[in-house]
């Protein structure tokens, strides 16, 4: 992973797949859709 954007997606998929948190949390706390669509893939 080379970009912050890269890392970001990264770290955020192992939170959602690994903790009660959900997208839409992550929405309320600010990420963008399109760290949000990434993750959803």
Not at 10 to 36: K, M, P, Q, Y
Request: some cysteine; charged content about 35%; overall charge negative.
């Amino acid at each position: 992973m080379k970009t912050d954007f890269e890392r970001t997606c990264a770290v955020l998929h192992d939170v959602v797949e690994d903790s009660e948190i959900t997208f839409e949390d992550l929405r309320a706390e600010g990420f963008s859709e399109e760290v949000i669509e990434i993750l959803t893939i």
